[in-house]
């Protein structure tokens, strides 16, 4: 019955995946079917570890995450967890190669969330590259499924989609960032005074990782391009309401694509992906 709890587990990394986040869901669900597992997998695993350093409030954060930490490195190691996540997370590791400097990377991003509110530059590429970059590498890995010279073509712009879009989630929650947690991730940026000037700089930066980006998604594997290229969709919509806001605006409220708009995107984008037209 070995079977089941394999399944079993996988279902619930999905079940994670479609309660935390309707976009990613989204493009998951319009991967080959071959892709979906696995990139559910990988989500489950980075959405819980991103829990522990933002959710867990008056527990013991940094035990938790060593121990997770401990838990993920015994289930890779023994290729079996009760934990569900980190089951279906080890065996897409195993098959699909993902290195284990890849996880290291982004587990010391998570860490440095609970001893760092600010972030100078060489800390602040620490942590985009750890906690965004590697999980895009990550599913590269599923997408190229074992074929290393299209993996190594492909590395820098997977690198540069997961950077714009970690930008623009630090841009989308520099409120709550700042009320809840205290934290502002952009070098040399007051979010007391954090100026229009200051947002034309970070939009400018994110701009070139789309722009690098772009020219990788179409390079893709057809079976993986049309999910990410959702994901591309949606990212630059919500880019585009960012820039379209006051630096004020940003720091006063959380800036979002309506899950109505969300669904138009999929529908636009399918079309256009069949017309090829992207």
């Known amino acids: 019955m070995l079977s089941l709890y394999n399944q079993v587990c996988r279902e619930c990394s999905k079940l994670i995946t479609n309660r935390y986040s309707t976009s990613f869901s989204m493009g998951i669900r319009v991967f080959d079917k071959k892709y979906q597992m696995p990139i559910y997998a990988v989500y489950g695993f980075v959405r819980f570890a991103d829990e ?26 023994e290729k079996i967890s009760l934990n569900p996540v980190l089951h279906s997370f080890q065996e897409v590791v195993h098959e ?3 290195e284990r400097e890849l996880i290291d990377a982004f587990l010391d991003s998570m860490e440095m969330d609970l001893y760092h509110d600010r972030y ?21 890995r599923v997408f190229t499924e074992g074929d290393t010279e299209q993996y190594e073509r492909l590395k820098e712009p997977a690198c540069s989609l ?8 630090f841009l989308r929650d520099m409120k709550s960032d700042f009320d809840e947690r205290g ?16 947002k034309i ?3 400018a930066d994110i701009k070139k990782d789309f722009d690098d980006a772009y020219q990788g998604i179409i390079k893709l594997p057809t079976g993986a391009r049309l999910g990410v290229m959702l994901a591309y969709v949606y ?11 006051t630096a004020a605006r940003v720091k ?5 694509v309506p899950d109505g708009r969300k669904f138009t995107l999929l529908m636009s984008t399918a079309v256009r992906h069949r017309l090829n037209l992207l």
């Open 201 to 203: 700089a970070i939009e």
């Open 162 to 169: 997961g950077s714009a879009f970690q930008k623009i989630n």
């Open 96 to 98: 699909y190669g993902i």
């Open 235 to 245: 990212y630059t919509k919500l880019f585009a309401k960012i820039k379209k806001a």
């Open 120 to 140: 100078h530059d060489s800390l602040y590429k620490k942590y985009i590259y750890g906690s965004a970059e590697v999980v895009g590498l990550m599913c590269l």
């Open 183 to 198: 934290r502002v991730y952009f070098p040399g940026v007051d979010f007391v005074r954090f100026t229009n000037e200051d």
């Open 52 to 77: 522990i350093v933002d959710t867990f409030h008056g527990y013991e954060k940094g035990e938790l995450l060593t121990r997770f930490r401990k838990d993920t490195y015994t289930a890779i190691e």
């Open 252 to 256: 006063q409220e959380r800036i979002r």
